[in-house]
C-alpha cells in the first residue's frame, strides 16, 4: 500500500454527516477499550485518563482520518482503497495519540505512601484494543451503508416492467455492468446470473449473490439459456474475440434473445467525459465483433510517438480514414495537426469535433485541393510539416470507372505530386494509404491506386531525406464506400440485400485497425519506398457478411430479407490479393505488419508514364487514359520477376 496524503479538500461538504458519525464511534471505541480492559469497572486514575483526554482524542483522530482522504468520498461509493485509507489514518491517529499522552502527561497519580507523583499512560492493551474498535466501527459502518445501497439479488431496486439479463463474462466488466444495474434502476434490467468460461468461477457468487451459471460452449451456453430464459444477454468483456461473440449471437438468435455489448477500452475513450457511463454505452453487437478475425491492438501512445511534438498533416482529413487519422494522433500530442480536405462541409465537422468533443486546440483546417500544385506548396510552405498522411482519395469503384480521367487525376497525380513538394521541402516521413485493390488492379480505381503507388517509390529514390512508405490494406468496415453501409441501407428498407456474386470474398478490418496500421508504418520505414500490408486473415465471402447482417438486425435471411444476385460489374475480381506476384511478403519488428519486398522500379520508367498519363489527363481522353493506366500495370506485372513466397512467423 501507498502512503499518500491527498491533497484535495479534506472533507466534502456532504460528508459532514458521515464526519460526526466517526466522531460519535471513535468515542465509543475509545471508551470501550478502558471498560473492556478493566471489565466494567475502570481503576481512577485510568478514568481519570479517559475523561481528560477523550475531549481531544476525538478531534485529533478524525483530523488524521481527514488528512488520509477519508471524507472525499460518500459512504454508498467506498471501494478498496477507502478501507486501505481507513486503516492508514487509524494507524497513525492510535501512534499520534499514544505518543501525546506519553510526552504531556496530561494525568498524574500519586501511589500510596509516597510522595512523589508518576505518569499516568495508556496501558498496552488499551492501545491495542481501541486500535481494533476504531478498525472494526469505522469499517464496518462503510460496510454496512455501502451494502444497504447496492442491495441483494433478491431486492434490487429495480422498476416496473424490468427484463431478466443474462451477463457473458464474470470479471471486472461483467462486475462493473451489473453495479450499475443495481445503481440505476430507472434502467429497469435486473441481472439474473453470469457466464464465463473460467473453470475456476463456476458456481462462484458476487457480492449481489449472482452466480455463474455456466460458460459460453455452444451447448453449455444453450442449457443456461433454456434454464434462465433471460430477456436480454449482455457481453461484457470489451475483448472478447468474434469467435464468443459469434458463438453467443447465434444461441440468442435462434430463441430470440436480443445482444448488446459493452463498449471496447477504445471506444470508452472516445467519449471523453470521464463519468462513468457503462449502462449508456451499451451497443448492438455489430457485425465487426462477429468476423471471426482477431482485432490488432497496438499501445497508440508507444507506436505514435514519433509524432508528439511534431507538425503533422493530414490529407483527406474530413473522409472517413482521414477523420479516424486525425482523432488518433491528436491523441499522441502533436505540436500543430494541419488538416487539409478540399470539402468544406467534411473538414468543419472534425473541426468542430476535435475542439468541441476531444478539446484539441491544436488543429488547423485547410481548404486545399491536392491537385492543384501551387496551392499545395502553399500550405506546405506556410506549417512546414514533418510528417505527412496522405489519405486523400476516391475510393469507389464504380464510380470511378464512370470518372476515370478525375480518378487518375486524384489518386495518382495528386498522390505524385504531394509526395514530390514533401520531399522537396524536407518532411521527414510520407505515408501513403492505399488499398488491396492495387494489386493485379482490375479496375480504374485500383489501377489509379497502383500508379500511387509507384509514384511515391519513385519520389523516395529522388528524396532520400524524407522516408516514404506505402500503407496497404482490404476494405475497411463502415468507410465511405465499404459493403457494409449499403448493407445496412437496404436491411432498414425491407431489402433486397444485393450482392454481385455469391463467390465474392474481400479481407476486412475496422476503421481504427486501419488508422493504427498507417501510424505504425510511419516509424517502421528502416529503407524509404517500402509497403507495408497488415495480415488480415482469411478473406470473408459477401454473401456470408450479408446474412450475418441480416440475422443481427433480428431477420432471417431470405424469409424476412432477400438476398438478390445482380452479377459482377466490369473488371470485378472474386478474390482480392495483399501481394502482387512480384512481390514477397517479409515479417517486420510489428505485430502482424508484413512487408512487401519487389525490384526497385525504374524511376525513368515511372517519369516516362507519368509524363503520358498527365497528357492524357490533360486531352480528357477517357477511353485511351483507361487503355493506357491498364496497359502500365501489365507492364509492370509483365517486367517484375515472380516472387517466392516464404511462410511468415511474426512475432508478437
Known amino acids: 500500500m501507498r502512503w499518500r496524503i491527498r491533497s484535495a479538500a479534506p472533507v466534502h461538504r456532504h460528508s459532514l454527516p458521515q464526519l460526526l458519525a466517526d466522531g460519535l464511534l471513535v468515542a465509543l471505541a475509545y471508551y470501550l477499550a478502558y471498560w473492556l480492559r478493566f471489565d466494567g469497572s475502570i481503576v481512577p486514575r485510568y478514568n481519570d485518563l479517559l475523561t481528560d483526554t477523550i475531549g481531544w482524542v476525538v478531534p485529533a483522530t478524525l483530523c488524521v482520518l481527514a488528512a488520509f482522504g477519508v471524507y472525499q468520498r460518500l459512504w454508498t461509493f467506498v471501494g478498496q482503497r477507502d478501507y486501505e485509507s481507513v486503516i492508514k489514518a487509524v494507524l497513525v491517529a492510535t501512534v499520534i495519540v499514544v505518543g501525546a499522552i506519553a510526552l504531556w502527561h496530561p494525568v498524574t497519580w500519586t501511589p500510596p505512601r509516597s510522595t512523589s507523583s508518576s505518569p499516568v499512560t495508556m496501558p498496552a492493551s488499551v492501545i491495542a484494543t481501541w486500535f481494533l474498535l476504531m478498525l472494526v466501527l469505522l469499517s464496518g459502518a462503510r460496510f454496512v451503508v455501502h451494502l444497504a445501497k447496492e442491495g441483494r439479488v433478491r431486492s434490487f431496486p429495480v422498476g416496473k416492467g424490468a427484463r431478466d439479463v443474462l451477463v457473458v463474462g464474470g470479471g471486472q466488466g461483467g462486475h462493473l ?11 429497469r434490467l435486473r441481472p439474473v446470473g453470469f457466464v464465463d468460461d473460467d473453470p475456476r468461477k463456476r458456481g462462484l457468487k458476487d457480492e449481489h449473490g449472482l452466480k455463474v451459471l455456466g460458460t459460453t460452449d455452444a451447448d453449455d451456453f444453450c442449457r443456461v439459456l433454456d434454464e434462465v430464459e433471460p430477456d436480454q444477454v449482455i457481453i461484457a468483456i470489451p475483448s472478447a474475440p468474434g469467435t464468443l461473440r459469434a458463438r453467443v449471437v447465434a444461441a440468442c438468435r435462434q430463441r430470440g434473445i436480443p445482444v448488446q455489448t459493452m463498449p471496447t477500452v477504445f471506444e470508452l475513450l472516445q467519449d471523453g467525459s470521464g ?32 509524432l508528439a511534438g511534431q507538425v503533422v498533416m493530414v490529407t483527406g482529413a474530413g473522409g472517413s480514414i482521414g477523420r479516424e487519422l486525425s482523432r488518433q494522433i491528436a491523441r499522441v500530442g502533436p505540436h500543430r495537426l494541419v488538416l487539409v480536405d478540399h470539402a468544406e462541409d467534411n473538414l468543419f465537422e472534425i473541426l468542430r469535433e476535435l475542439e468541441e468533443e476531444r478539446h484539441v486546440h491544436t488543429a488547423v483546417p485547410v481548404l486545399a485541393d491536392c491537385k492543384e500544385e501551387e496551392r499545395m506548396r502553399e500550405v506546405f510552405a506556410e506549417y512546414r510539416p514533418a510528417a505527412v498522411f496522405h489519405a486523400a482519395a476516391y475510393k469507389h469503384v464504380v464510380m470511378m470507372e464512370r ?23 524536407g518532411v521527414g516521413v510520407f505515408v501513403l494509404v492505399s488499398t488491396d485493390k492495387a494489386v493485379k488492379p482490375a479496375t480504374v ?45 437496404q436491411i432498414a428498407a425491407g431489402g433486397p440485400v444485393t450482392i454481385t456474386d455469391p463467390r465474392m470474398a474481400r479481407y476486412f478490418m475496422t476503421i481504427p485497425e486501419a488508422v493504427q496500421l498507417i501510424i505504425r508504418a510511419g516509424s517502421l520505414g528502416e529503407a524509404t519506398g517500402q509497403v507495408f500490408v497488415l495480415e488480415m486473415g482469411e478473406p470473408v465471402k459477401i454473401i456470408d457478411l450479408a446474412e450475418a447482417m441480416i440475422r443481427l438486425s433480428g431477420l432471417e435471411p431470405e424469409r424476412d430479407i432477400a438476398i438478390e444476385v445482380v452479377g459482377a460489374r466490369p473488371g470485378e475480381k472474386f ?78
Do not use: C
Open 575 to 652: 478474390h482480392e490479393d495483399l501481394f502482387n506476384p512480384y512481390e514477397r511478403p517479409l515479417p517486420t519488428r510489428a505485430q502482424k505488419i508484413v512487408r512487401a519486398e519487389r525490384e526497385p522500379l525504374d524511376p525513368g520508367w515511372v517519369e516516362s508514364s507519368f509524363a503520358e498519363i498527365n497528357l492524357l489527363v490533360l486531352e480528357g481522353d477517357a477511353a485511351v487514359l483507361a487503355d493506357k493506366v491498364a496497359t502500365l500495370a501489365s507492364d509492370r506485372y509483365r517486367l517484375a520477376p515472380p516472387a517466392s513466397r516464404p511462410t511468415l512467423h511474426v512475432d508478437s
Open 403 to 425: 470518372n476515370p480521367v478525375e480518378a487518375v487525376r486524384n489518386n495518382a497525380l495528386a498522390t505524385r505530386l504531394v509526395a514530390r513538394i514533401a520531399g522537396e521541402n
Open 445 to 489: 480505381m485500383g489501377a489509379s491506386k497502383a500508379l500511387a503507388e509507384w509514384a511515391v517509390e519513385a519520389a523516395a529514390a529522388k528524396h532520400p531525406g524524407t522516408t516514404y512508405a506505402t500503407v496497404r490494406f482490404g476494405n475497411v468496415l463502415g468507410s465511405s464506400g465499404s459493403v457494409v453501409p449499403i448493407f445496412r441501407r
Open 177 to 187: 455492468v451489473v453495479r450499475e444495474l443495481v445503481r440505476n434502476p430507472q434502467i
Open 275 to 306: 463519468q462513468s457511463r457503462v449502462a449508456r454505452q451499451l451497443r448492438e453487437v455489430q457485425v465487426e465483433d462477429v468476423l471471426g478475425r482477431e482485432p490488432v491492438l497496438m499501445e497508440l501512445e508507444r507506436v505514435g510517438a514519433y
